[in-house]
C-alpha cells in the first residue's frame, strides 16, 4: 500500500521558518515529480513547488525566494524549507507524488499537514 507520511506543519510568527518533509513508501515505484500543493480555507488547492527526478524545479510566483524545495531521491522524500512566511502562506499543505508502476502514471497525495502563520 502507497503512503505519504508529511511531517512539519505548525504555527509560526510571521518571518519565521518550517520546514515540511513528506516520505513515500517504496511501494509507490518509480517517482516522476514531487510536490507541494496548498489550500487556504475558501480557496482552491494551488501548486506551491514541484520537483522533477532530474532535479528541475518550479515554483508560484508568491513564493519565489521565500521557498526552496528539494528531495532525497534515496530516501523518496521530499522537503519545502519555508522562510520569511507571511500570514497568506497559512494552508494546510498537501505533498504530491507522481510516480510510474506497473506502466500506470498515478498521482498520490499525503494527508495534508496544517501551517498557520500569525501576524
Known amino acids: 500500500q502507497v503512503q505519504l507520511v508529511e511531517s512539519g506543519g505548525g504555527l509560526v510568527q510571521a518571518g519565521g521558518s518550517l520546514r515540511l518533509s513528506c516520505a513515500a513508501s517504496d511501494s509507490i515505484g518509480s517517482t516522476i515529480a514531487m510536490g507541494w500543493y496548498r489550500q487556504a480555507p475558501g480557496k482552491q488547492r494551488e501548486l506551491v513547488a514541484a520537483?522533477?527526478?532530474?532535479?528541475?524545479?518550479n515554483y508560484a510566483d508568491s513564493v519565489k525566494d521565500r521557498f526552496t524545495i528539494s528531495r532525497d531521491n534515496t530516501k523518496n522524500t521530499v522537503y519545502l524549507q519555508m522562510n520569511s512566511l507571511k500570514p497568506e502562506d497559512t494552508a494546510v499543505y498537501y505533498c504530491?507524488?507522481?510516480?510510474?508502476?506497473?506502466?500506470?502514471?498515478?498521482?498520490?497525495w499525503g494527508q495534508g499537514t496544517q501551517v498557520a502563520v500569525s501576524s
Open positions: 504530491n507524488v507522481r510516480a510510474l508502476r506497473g506502466g500506470v502514471i498515478r498521482d498520490h
Open positions: 520537483i522533477t527526478s532530474g532535479g528541475s524545479t
